[in-house]
Structure formats: C-alpha cells, structure tokens
C-alpha cells in the first residue's frame, strides 16, 4: 500500500513528534544545560576527587566483571552448543534468569547472602572480608546483571557456523585448543566482540543492583552512576549533568559500535569465508 | 543448521570434535558452580527469606496497604505505557519501513537509545525537561505521569523493534491485490497488514510489560517515590530494604520475580506460534530485543 500524501505526513508527523518530546528534546536539553557555560564547568565537575574516584571504581568493575563473564560466555556457549546434554535446558534457562530480573532484587538479593544477617556474611566478616557496602559486593552485582551478554551473543553465531571446519581442522591434526584458536575463535569473533560491547555497557550504566550493595560512600563505593544520582540529589546539578553526559557518550559509542559490528557480523557471514580458514588452516601447520 | 546450504553434508550427530582440552566434565562443572555463586545462590536467598515468616507472613507482606498501593500503580502504569508505545511503536516502525526520508539510518540507530542509556541517566533527562526547571513549563515530576513518561521512554524501542522485521518481510503482494479488488488504505491496514503484524505488537507488548514492571533506575529521581502515590513496587522493595523490613522485601521480590517468569513463557509460547507464519524472523527479532533491552539497565 502507497500511502496518500495526507497519511503520509500524519504518520510522519506521528512518529516524528514521539520521537522528538520523548527522545531528542530530553537528551539534546541535557547536553545543552552542560554546556551552557563552556567546556570549563563539566570538566571541573568530572575532575573533582570524588568524581574521578567513581570513574575509577567504574573501571574497575569492567575491568573484573567482563573478562569474567567473557571466558565464562564463551566456554558455556560451547558447552550449550557442541555438547548434548540433558542439564543444557536448566542451564539455559538459568543464564537468562538475570533478564527477567529487576535490578533491585538482584541488589537485594546479595544484601541478603553478604549482610551481617545473611548466609555468608558473618562467616565472611569472621575472616575479614567485607562484600557488602565494600567493592566485592559491587562486582558481584556487576557479573549478576551481565551475565547473559556473551552467551546470548555467541550461541546463535556457533550454530550457524556448524562443525565442518573443525572436524577438518582435527582430521588435519590440530589438537583441541588448536582447533578453537585458530577455527572456532576467528569464526565466532564478532559475536564476542558484540557480546564485550553490551557487557562493558551494562556493567558501566548499572545503577539499580549497585545501589543497594554499595551503601553510597562517597568516595569509596560509588560508581559513576550512582555518582550522578548523588550529586542531583544533593543540588549539584552540574556534576550531575556532567557526569550523565559522560555515561551519555558511553551509550552513543556503544550503539555505533552495535551498529558497525552488526554489519561486520552479516558481511562475514555464517560461514567464515574460505580465505579466512585457509590461513587459519596453514598457521595451525606451522603452529604445530 | 537453519538457513544452511544444503550441499555441504552435515555431520553426523555425536561426531563434534572435544573442542577444549580440559574435560568436557570439568568444564560443565566450572559452569555449574559459577551460575550457582553467581546466581542461583541469592536468588535462593531471597526465596527464602520471604518464606521465613511461614506462607501467611509472605501473603499478609504481599497483600499489604503499601505494597498493594505499589503493585496496583505498577501494573496499571506498565499496561498503560505498553498500550501508548503499542500504538506509536508501530507507526515509528511503519515509517522507519515504508517511508522514505534523508536521515532514516540516523533515526533508525536512535530508536535503541533508550535501550543503551543507562536508566539513571534516563531519569535526570527525563526531569530536566519535564521537571521543575522545564523550559516548556511541563512540571510533571513527582506524579503519576512523571511515571508514565518515563516508562514510555526506556520501553520505547521494544515494539518498533518486533515489527519492524516483521514489516519488512511482510509480502506486498496481498496488499496490492487487496487495492486493486477496491479495498481503501484504511480497510488493507486492518484486514492485512494488522494480523500479520500482531504476533510482533503482542510480543514486544509483553517484552515491554516485563520491563516496565521491574523498572527502577528511570523512576527513582522524576517519581518522588510518595507511598500510596508515586512508589513504584522497585521502589518499595527498596524502602523496605532500608527500614529493615527484609522479608517483606523479598515477598514483593518474588511476586515480580514470578510474574516476569511467566510474561518471558507467555513470550517464547507466542514464538512459537507465530514461527508457522514467519519462521525464524520473530525469534530472532525478540532474542535481539531481550539483549539490547538489557544494556542500560533495567529487567
């Protein structure tokens, strides 16, 4: 159906409109109030201790949750996908429980193990390790929320690629790991490296589960965004709009980079181009 | 495999190499043990603790004057949210599909923004345009509405997104025919393209729902968070929390808990069903949402 021109424009005018009150108008007034008087103000607000505290601890909570949740990702997707199993069910349904989850409970949920009243934490206090409202309670919260990523991303691209190549791979000699370095690993690459954008992304916005494990100490358990919450609560509007941009920027990055390795994904297609295992195949020779 | 040429022979069950050289065994074990820290473990915390007074403690916290206020606001919020972007959902994604205009790749990357955005930053944008500093003179924060706004931004994408794969593989031919017999653009919407769109409304809807429901970071600086007004059941989870009232807490924890289960079954049910219609496309429209949806925060 070619629409007529006056539906045309009333669905234009429809979407456009949502679009902008809902979408642009918010984001482009926030980054307008930060900028308003120059570049000075923000960077004076993300350079102050406490801020560059936050981003600090932000950093360190990639820095721990997403290698962790990448090998895991990847070793679990092989699992789920190359090996038949009749746990392999529970344990998918398990790796997307952190979805259906609100944040909060799973905030409470560690409040609940790690707490002076709960599971471990007494014994945990015992040996001196304190979790809750200390860093391992946040990057416990962190690895929770993120979990999935990884998996999610790397399952569909194991089974497209199916198991022709490293049978040919093993059939020529590579042993295991071989086979998975130099095969398996380039084939899947991008949906790694997909499944890395969304977990860093993630585990640098949360908010809701970190909250309730942090305790909010200024300057000791706060990451960027619960700095930003902060600050507007305690009418320090500038930081806390700078500190928004900040994370704002990080969220635009991640969406090009969701839509470059999107593209990169289709063009290399299902089945790693020929080329591509040739060489693989050779270096795996010479490796050996 | 799906979507595999057919002349490369498939191999035959239980040949697949033994990729790592650790043990199969060991690794499975690895995982178990991960998904059971990390996981599993407090998740059996929280059940429980909200089972720690007996059945009828869990009920009478579930059931109480506050908690109720809570649970009533956030399901009558997310089902009229999910009802406004079930309508602009879909007409952003016919225009994203059928229409041409400069700049659709642009406005095509920024439906995900929502998704991307973490939900605090949603919050403090969402109140410095309709808060009490709004240049438009929209002071909304701190109402029910404030709520309402919010939970239509960060639900935003998700039935624009189910659609719009389903649009564009959508056969035009029907609805050329369908003209051509005489049908007005009004009637070839309703009796063709609707029911080939509904699997994707309804399941972006439900998607949406689950989100809503669970919706914290977004709320917490433009709701006010009033018992009995703007307490959302997040919000009262953690106000709970902060009186000490931890099994009441994890009582409503369950209860969201449980009813997401059940939208995320009612969701891959609806999966299936539509996959006689359209095999593959809603799947893997709704696998892609569930990730996205999750990278800024949020359920």
């Not at chain 1, 990055?253 to 060489?279: C, N």
Request: with cysteine; glycine share 10%.
């Amino acid at each position: 159906m070619t629409a007529r021109a006056p539906a045309k424009w009333g669905l234009r005018t429809l979407a456009f409109g949502y679009l902008g009150l809902l979408l642009l108008a918010p984001v482009g007034l926030i980054f307008w109030k930060t900028f308003e008087h120059g570049l000075g103000p923000p960077i004076d607000a993300m350079t102050s201790p406490d801020a560059l505290h936050a981003i600090w601890l932000t950093l360190l909570m990639v820095a721990v949750a997403v290698p962790l949740n990448t090998v895991f990702g990847v070793g679990c997707a092989l699992l789920l996908v190359r090996y038949k199993w009749k746990g392999n069910a529970v344990i998918d349904g398990i790796i997307n429980l952190p979805f259906a989850i609100s944040p909060i409970v799973i905030g409470l949920s560690l409040f609940l193990l790690y707490g002076n009243a709960g599971w471990f934490g007494p014994t945990l206090s015992e040996w001196g390790i304190k979790v809750l409202f200390s860093t391992p309670g946040m990057i416990l919260a962190s690895i929770f929320v993120s979990l999935p990523f990884v998996v999610r991303e790397v399952v569909p691209v194991l089974q497209e690629i199916g198991t022709e190549q490293e049978q040919a791979a093993s059939t020529l000699g590579a042993n295991a790991w071989q086979t998975f370095w130099r095969i398996t690993l380039p084939a899947i690459r991008w949906g790694v490296a997909y499944g890395v954008v969304l977990t860093t992304a993630r585990v640098l916005g949360e908010f809701g589960a970190v909250t309730i494990v942090s305790g909010l100490i200024s300057g000791q358990t706060e990451t960027l965004p619960l700095f930003v919450a902060k600050s507007f609560e305690q009418f320090n509007e500038q930081a806390a709009y700078a500190g928004a941009i900040v994370l704002a920027l990080l969220a635009l990055t991640t969406l090009l980079l969701m839509s470059v390795g999107g593209r990169k994904a289709k063009a290399s297609g299902p089945i790693p181009i020929a080329g591509d295992t040739t060489i693989s195949m050779s270096n795996a020779k010479e490796g050996s | 495999m799906e979507g595999h040429p057919a002349t490369i022979p498939t191999a035959p069950s239980g040949a697949g190499i033994r990729l790592p050289g650790v043990g199969v065994g060991l690794g499975r074990g690895v995982i178990v043990l991960y998904l059971s820290l990390i996981v599993m473990l407090p998740l059996a915390a929280v059940l429980d603790e909200s089972l720690s007074g007996g059945i009828g403690a869990f009920w009478d916290a579930v059931t109480g004057a506050e908690s109720m206020a809570a649970l009533k606001l956030t399901v009558i919020s997310s089902l009229i949210v999910v009802a406004i972007n079930a309508f602009f959902g879909t007409i952003i994604a016919w225009v994203l599909v059928r229409d041409e205009f400069p700049g659709k790749g642009a406005v095509n990357a920024l439906i995900d923004l929502p998704f991307a955005l973490p939900t605090i930053v949603a919050g403090l944008t969402l109140l410095t345009l309709y808060g009490s500093e709004s240049p438009f003179g929209l002071d909304i924060a701190f109402t029910r509405a404030a709520i309402v706004v919010a939970l239509c931004f960060v639900t935003l994408p998700f039935i624009t997104r189910a659609v719009q794969p389903l649009l564009m593989e959508m056969d035009r031919e029907m609805e050329e025919a369908a003209t051509s017999l005489g049908a007005g653009g009004f009637t070839v919407f309703r009796r063709i393209i609707f029911p080939n769109l509904l699997p994707g409304i309804l399941a972006g809807a439900l998607l949406a729902f689950a989100r809503a429901l669970g919706e914290y970071g977004s709320l917490i600086l433009i709701s006010g968070n009033i018992p009995f007004k703007t307490e959302v059941s997040s919000v009262f989870i953690r106000s709970q929390i902060e009186s000490g009232n931890v099994a009441g807490a994890s009582a409503v924890s369950v209860v969201l808990l449980a009813i997401s289960l059940l939208l995320l079954i009612a969701v891959s049910l609806l999966v299936r069903w539509s996959a006689s219609n359209q095999p593959g496309i809603l799947s893997r429209a709704v696998n892609r949402i569930i990730s996205r949806s999750q990278v800024g925060g949020g359920p």
